[in-house]
């Protein structure tokens, strides 16, 4: 059973993105109406808004959070073509006791030609690097050498991807064996061809980064992608939002010792969806990567869970407002009593009531 | 429409987000959802933590010992989980304002415990024929019991306990067969009677007599009494067969529940995982609780206790070495998402040999850390596992809110413990620059008793040696702070940047009376001087300073040369005379 609350946003237009630090007690929404919201969670879990200010000329498409181990960091993309980096400064004790806080700006990128689309922190252990693509395809990285002053940031790397860029995702992994990797997808809405996503891959030898894959069979536009955590496995996991939710399996192919080139990959699909019915628009892996959400045009999230075998299903779907998905009992799908006359309807293993049954069905099923 | 996971399960809706780029009206609301775990409830928050204390000590029973003499103990720490579950009931039932809360928990309570102890009869217990019908008669009186407290008396009357009391318990003093042969006869006995109409008389004594017989039917129409369809399964099994083998009892169980359920089509889930006990089939039981149950908790715990009893086959799965783990870990992830409950679930962590170690990673380091105790609560329960990246970040995030917030001694005792050379660099400049500003140190007693931590980074270390001449000099030990002063620039652990300030320092030294530089000392302190406005001078001209600025630096060099002078003709007098 799920529980929601609602806040009261008041952006004066559509929302475009809303971003969670790191540990879930700070969040920024930014919106068409050009400025970036920051919310804080306080101790009896109500969210408060600690500050708003207009960030940039043109819809803010995304916001993001740089780890913690940098300070108190976002940055924002835009329709303006720049992307901009925000630091929050400590205000005077008075602003405290009123719970505000302020933002200044610290830096403003402005090298894209188009509408940056995507703004993404690299995984803390290559530094304080941040990435941005834009319409025209372009995947811009900035490193900031020195962590205390991020008016210093410097263009390390360019890339081409030829095709409109919607979204970036880093692979969190920081294991050795693993090169930094991220992927790109494209909302270029020519179906014609395929590779819709692409992977790069950092080159020790030549220094740069090169493209490693592309996902010929995504075909449709690209809206939201993302690489799941890690978690000491050996091949990577993507999940891709388009006109349905994809996930497939990245298995890095052994090199040989010559080598040089880029990691050779084997792409398994591994679960398509299209319960949603409509274009997918963003979707987003848990901590653990053992669950993965999405949320599509026909305004409902849902919740996937995969078993041993790779197999996965849906847990769990919510209406726009936080309501479950109900039968046509329109019960308040209560924990009902296991010992009482309540029917339960198959509904409810749906509804997230018993998270991941299917999952044990499945599993216990297979043997 | 567009959300966002948190850390902690919980997703943050965006409304009426449309990406085709037509622009609304003004967007009112965000959803946050929650899962509602029953980790918020505070009454069973007591199970999870007292179930805690019980799983531990049942992960630590040793290895070696045969099952077979282990039988006893995982029986009792059953008891034991079963107890907790009670005493939650308990609480509920004095304790609860919300009747809605208070009945619905109580049920599941109720069902969790009526499962669980049927489960230790049949698969930890392992009751064998004889006496399986006696635990089976105790179980379902115990239920029976919390259930309708009326009802009992009214059963009392014809409870079987009488009938069972009267016969001498099997494997107590007689063997099973020498039990079967005594039932029998007296079955016999009473089957007579009923025949020769000796109880024709009297109408309640034919019933009773019926019962006694385990007559389907005359049972069946006290359905009201019996209330469900596996206390009519015991009642059947002692009138009829009493000797009952556990591998017979699913042949009955299915019959008896047919009977009993006549009229409704639909079996409840409790029904199934009652009847997947009585057919041994342990997998399907836990697969039947997973899907009824909303919490993890029950599952994962008897697994867990099933697992130990070596009861559960080894099903390898991705998530983990086996069902035992899998499960155990969802159970602990969702506890990670609780303030304070997180603690346990560390714990459960540790006993999942395969994946355990990097889901405790991944969630310990999204912990908020609030408060600096809470920090080192985390940063204790990752020492201890030298999970170092995870210390090392947890450190450094504390140090950078330290000094966000000017509070350079905390920043720097969190940089020192994260082992972070670079940021100790960077607050030990700080604190420099603090100095030359204000002429004092902050937090003196941290940069005092920095110990070998002090070796963490150069600057470091000439803070705390730069320290240390101060309070030489202030316990007027001149000759000793004179020679540490000296050494932090012939030792060039102090920065070039600071050396006209250390030089200054030495002026009141060079004017005491008593001359304390030696001459070999003041020649390194001129030579000092003179490197230092050799290296000013060529970068003075590239450099433009205000005038005043020049001017200041200028006669500070001269007022040094002089004293320097004075002090090194002072020296050699001194040194070259003798004592007469």
């Given at each position: 059973m799920f529980v929601a609350r609602s806040i009261a946003a008041d952006h004066k237009d559509l929302i475009h993105d809303v971003s969670y630090d790191f540990h879930g007690r700070r969040m920024a929404t930014c919106s068409s109406d050009q400025s970036v919201k920051v919310w804080d969670k306080s101790e009896n879990g109500e969210w408060h808004c600690t500050a708003s200010w207009k960030t940039h000329s043109g819809s803010v498409w995304r916001v993001t959070w740089a780890h913690p181990e940098f300070g108190q960091v976002l940055a924002s993309c835009s329709f303006d073509r720049t992307a901009a980096v925000w630091e929050e400064i400590v205000g005077e004790s008075n602003d405290k006791q009123r719970g505000l806080s302020h933002w200044i700006k610290r830096t403003t990128?402005?090298?894209?030609?188009?509408?940056?689309?995507?703004?993404?922190?690299?995984?803390?252990?290559?530094?304080?690097?941040?990435?941005?693509?834009?319409?025209?395809?372009?995947?811009?990285?900035?490193?900031a050498p020195d962590v205390m002053n991020l008016s210093q940031w410097s263009l390390q790397h360019e890339i081409s991807c030829k095709l409109s860029c919607s979204c970036i995702s880093w692979n969190p992994s920081s294991s050795r064996a693993h090169p930094p990797m991220f992927a790109v997808g494209s909302d270029d809405s020519n179906v014609t061809y395929g590779g819709k996503v692409q992977i790069y891959e950092y080159n020790e030898n030549t220094r740069k980064y090169g493209k490693a894959e592309t996902l010929m069979t995504v075909t449709d536009a690209v809206h939201d992608i993302a690489f799941a955590p890690n978690l000491g496995r050996s091949f990577h996991v993507l999940a891709i939002a388009t006109?349905?939710?994809?996930?497939?399996?990245?298995?890095?192919?052994?090199?040989?010792?010559?080598?040089?080139?880029?990691?050779?990959?084997?792409?398994?699909?591994?679960?398509?969806?299209?319960?949603?019915?409509?274009?997918?628009?963003?979707?987003?892996?848990?901590?653990?990567s053992t669950l993965l959400a999405s949320s599509g045009d026909d305004g409902c999230v849902r919740l996937w869970k995969a078993n041993y075998m790779d197999n996965w299903k849906c847990t769990g779907i919510l209406k726009g407002d936080g309501s479950p998905l109900t039968g046509s009992s329109g019960q308040p799908s209560a924990m009902s009593t296991v010992l009482g006359s309540s029917v339960q309807s198959s509904q409810n293993a749906l509804n997230g009531m018993s998270a991941g049954s299917c999952l044990l069905t499945s599993v216990l099923d297979s043997h | 429409m567009g959300f966002a996971w948190g850390p902690g399960d919980i997703l943050v809706y965006e409304t009426l987000y449309k990406a085709s780029g037509a622009s609304g009206s003004g967007c009112s609301f965000i959803h946050e959802i929650r899962k509602d775990e029953d980790i918020y409830s505070p009454i069973l928050r007591k199970l999870f933590n007292e179930s805690h204390h019980i799983f531990v000590g049942l992960q630590t029973i040793r290895e070696e010992l045969p099952s077979k003499s282990k039988k006893p103990q995982f029986v009792s720490i059953s008891k034991n989980y079963r107890s907790v579950i009670r005493a939650c009931m308990e609480e509920l039932h004095f304790g609860s304002f919300f009747k809605f809360l208070f009945y619905s928990l109580v049920s599941i309570l109720l069902a969790i415990e009526l499962i669980w102890n049927l489960?230790?009869?049949?698969?930890?217990?392992?009751?064998?024929?004889?006496?399986?019908?006696?635990?089976?008669?105790?179980?379902?009186?115990?239920?029976?019991?919390?259930?309708?407290?009326?009802?009992?008396?009214?059963?009392?009357?014809?409870?079987?306990?009488?009938?069972?009391?009267?016969?001498?318990?099997?494997?107590?003093?007689?063997?099973?067969?020498?039990?079967?042969?005594?039932?029998?006869?007296?079955?016999?006995?009473?089957?007579?009677?009923?025949?020769?109409?000796?109880?024709?008389?009297?109408?309640?004594?034919?019933?009773?007599?019926?019962?006694?017989?385990?007559?389907?039917?005359?049972?069946?129409?006290?359905?009201?009494?019996?209330?469900?369809?596996?206390?009519?399964?015991?009642?059947?099994?002692?009138?009829?067969?009493?000797?009952?083998?556990?591998?017979?009892?699913?042949?009955?169980?299915?019959?008896?529940?047919t009977m009993f359920l006549d009229s409704r089509s639909v079996s409840e889930p409790l029904d199934n995982i009652l009847l997947a006990a009585f057919e041994f089939d342990i997998h399907q039981v836990i697969k039947e609780c997973s899907i009824a149950l909303n919490n993890w908790w029950f599952v994962a715990h008897l697994t867990d206790l099933l697992d130990h009893c070596k009861l559960l086959q080894s099903h390898n799965l991705h998530f983990g070495s086996n069902l035992r783990e899998f499960l155990l870990l969802e159970y602990a992830s969702g506890l990670f998402t609780h303030h304070s409950l997180w603690q346990l679930a560390v714990d459960y962590f540790d006993h999942c040999p395969e994946f355990g170690r990097v889901y405790l990673e991944l969630?310990?380091?999204?912990?908020?850390?609030?408060?600096?105790?809470?920090?080192?609560?985390?940063?204790?329960?990752?020492?201890?596992?030298?999970?170092?990246?995870?210390?090392?970040?947890?450190?450094?995030?504390?140090?950078?809110?330290?000094?966000?917030?000017?509070?350079?001694?905390?920043a720097l005792s969190w940089s020192i413990r994260a082992k972070d050379a670079a940021f100790a660099t960077l607050i030990s400049e700080r604190f420099l620059q603090d100095y030359c500003a204000k002429g004092t140190f902050s937090d003196l007693d941290l940069i005092d008793n920095l110990g070998p931590a002090m070796l963490l980074s150069d600057r470091l270390t000439f803070l705390g040696k730069y320290r240390e001449f101060h309070k030489l000099y202030g316990e007027k030990r001149f000759r000793e702070a004179a020679k540490l002063l000296l050494s932090l620039m012939t030792a060039k652990i102090a920065p070039q940047s600071f050396w006209m300030t250390l030089l200054t320092d030495a002026l009141p030294l060079l004017e005491q009376k008593e001359v304390i530089f030696t001459a070999d000392q003041t020649y390194e302190l001129m030579f000092c001087l003179e490197e230092l406005t050799s290296s000013l001078n060529i970068t003075a001209s590239s450099t433009d300073r205000p005038m005043q600025e020049e001017d200041v630096e200028v006669t500070k060099v001269e007022l040094l040369r002089l004293a320097l002078a004075r002090n090194l003709a002072q020296a050699i007098v001194k040194e070259g005379t003798v004592e007469t």
């Open positions: 990128l402005v090298d894209s030609r188009t509408s940056v689309t995507d703004v993404k922190f690299a995984p803390k252990h290559m530094g304080l690097m941040l990435t941005t693509c834009s319409a025209d395809g372009v995947v811009r990285i900035y490193e006109k349905d939710v994809r996930i497939f399996k990245l298995v890095p192919m052994r090199k040989e010792s010559t080598s040089t080139g880029p990691t050779k990959f084997e792409v398994q699909i591994v679960a398509q969806f299209d319960n949603h019915n409509s274009q997918v628009w963003r979707v987003s892996w848990n901590i653990t | 489960c230790e009869v049949l698969f930890i217990d392992a009751a064998p024929a004889g006496s399986l019908l006696l635990h089976l008669l105790d179980w379902v009186r115990l239920h029976k019991a919390d259930v309708d407290e009326r009802a009992r008396e009214v059963l009392q009357s014809e409870s079987p306990a009488e009938h069972h009391d009267y016969w001498d318990v099997p494997g107590g003093t007689q063997t099973l067969t020498e039990f079967d042969v005594k039932w029998r006869h007296w079955h016999e006995e009473v089957d007579r009677c009923m025949q020769d109409n000796s109880f024709a008389s009297n109408r309640h004594l034919e019933v009773i007599c019926k019962i006694l017989l385990g007559d389907e039917d005359t049972l069946l129409d006290h359905k009201e009494l019996l209330g469900t369809w596996y206390h009519f399964l015991v009642t059947r099994l002692l009138f009829c067969h009493p000797t009952v083998k556990p591998t017979e009892l699913h042949y009955y169980a299915q019959s008896c529940m969630q310990i380091e999204r912990v908020p850390l609030e408060t600096e105790r809470k920090a080192l609560k985390v940063l204790r329960i990752c020492e201890q596992r030298q999970m170092s990246e995870q210390v090392r970040s947890i450190c450094k995030i504390m140090a950078m809110r330290a000094l966000r917030n000017n509070r350079l001694g905390s």
